[in-house]
Nanobody
Framework: QVQLVESGGGLVQPGGSLRLSCAAS????????MGWYRQAPGKQRELVAT???????TYTDSVKGRFTISRDNAKNTVYLQMNSLKPEDTAVYYC???????WGQGTHVTVSS
């Protein structure tokens, strides 16, 4: 059974940091590219960052230099380190197996003073 379980969301002040985690199971994690997406209230879901099985990464322009995606294949986990957070980063964040269209349930991130 495929599972993607996100954790690490919460309320943080502008300029703060959060680290999201996504624990995967039920598929051969190390060979698949993984992605972090987000959906803000009233907006479409957008791709935030991706990482291949060999750890090549991409980022959407708005998070470059602030967010870092990484993975630990031994732990079947993908991470999103988010620094210098802004109110516009407020969203539900989802991890996904891009090729197989597997999705987690999401974790809420709120950036507010």
């Amino acid at each position: 059974q495929v599972q993607l379980v996100e954790s690490g969301g919460g309320l943080v002040q502008p300029g703060g940091s959060l680290r999201l985690s996504c624990a995967a199971s039920g598929f051969w994690f190390s060979i698949y590219a993984m992605g972090w997406y987000r959906q803000a209230p009233g907006k479409q879901r957008e791709l935030v960052a991706t990482i291949t099985g060999s750890s090549t990464t991409t980022y959407t322009d708005s998070v470059k230099g602030r967010f870092t995606i990484s993975r630990d294949n031994a732990k079947n986990t993908v991470y999103l380190q988010m620094n210098s957070l802004k109110p516009e980063d407020t969203a539900v964040y989802y991890c996904a197996n891009i090729a197989r269209d597997y999705w987690g349930q999401g974790t809420h991130v709120t950036v507010s003073s």
